[in-house]
């Protein structure tokens, strides 16, 4: 059977194109890693409309069963990602992993259920005094609180001025979060209180050590990527090889300019899965 690696974009780096030929030649050692909100899924106003885009199970659903697993790691509870990516029971999927709150939460498509610590105490502490922070500052209007069980977001983009409420914000929540023992998330206009000691490069280090893998893609497109981005680069150093996808946005060069192929937002991320999906059913 023929290749169709030729409908596959071609990474801009050296460590890019090693990396995506280290994946075709073997997929059955690489891990698929990506980010939800703005990879997979558009960002909207309020996060809770958020939803897959509608090609991503078929896609995901197309590769996982060729590679050695695909995992969606992100700052969203575990259950909360699972239900908005419409990933459980999906032929294909019996071995998709979402690893939840920047890897402290897991569910595992194996057994359908959700493995989650203890809610940090700051995090109760905080949620209480978060409102009347926001008053303080005046800064109630069109910001919105997300409640994420282990952490709390405070959303800009509806505010009248997002980037200015956003910068207005960063400084009293990082004091919030201090007082509590907390740190502070930044991402595209949201500002996310959380329990320190885990980012999405220590779980995306833990998970490929787990599962072995030999080769790996991560595609993410916002700050709380960069961790498993500096992974990703660390594990290409200890010669790992590896592809960074970034889901394109103007509003986080500082990962656009890290990553090894830059494609325009879920849509096309999901036109890469399924290029990728068929090229290695082709070469297999």
């Known amino acids: ?64 069963p060729r590679v050695a697993s695909v995992a969606v790691v992100t700052g969203r509870p575990a259950g909360v990602a699972v239900r908005y990516g419409g990933f459980a029971g999906v032929p294909g999927l019996e071995h998709l992993t979402v690893l939840g709150h920047y890897g402290s939460e897991r569910w595992d498509a194996v057994t359908g259920t959700v493995s989650t610590p203890a809610p940090h105490p700051g995090v ?105 981005f500096a992974a990703v680069e660390k594990l290409r150093s200890d010669g790992l090889p590896g592809l960074l996808v970034c889901s394109g946005s103007a509003e986080v060069p500082e990962l656009a300019d890290r990553a090894d192929l830059l494609v325009p937002g879920p849509a096309a991320v999901v036109g890469f899965l399924a290029s990728l999906a068929e090229a290695v059913a082709g070469g297999s």
């Open 124 to 228: 109760a502490t905080a949620r209480a005094e978060l409102p009347g922070v926001l008053e303080e500052f005046g800064a109630w209007r069109g910001t919105w609180i997300e409640e994420k069980g282990q952490a709390l977001a405070v959303h800009t983009r509806r505010a009248s001025d997002p980037q200015a409420a956003f910068e207005a914000l960063r400084g009293p929540l990082g004091e919030l979060a201090a007082r509590n023992g907390l740190i502070v998330e930044p991402g595209r206009m949201v500002l996310e209180l959380r329990p320190p000691g885990m980012d999405k490069g220590v779980a995306l280090e833990e998970y490929l050590t787990e599962v072995g893998a030999e080769a790996v893609l991560y595609a993410g497109d916002d700050l709380g990527d960069l961790p498993a």
């Open 1 to 64: 059977m023929g290749s169709h690696s030729h409908t596959l974009p071609t990474p801009g780096t050296t460590a890019g194109r090693e990396g995506l030929a280290a994946i075709l030649s073997a997929p059955h050692r690489a891990v698929v890693a990506l980010d939800f909100d703005g990879t997979l899924a558009e960002i909207v106003p309020d996060p809770e409309q958020a939803r897959a885009h509608p090609g991503a199970v078929p896609a995901l659903a197309a590769l996982a």
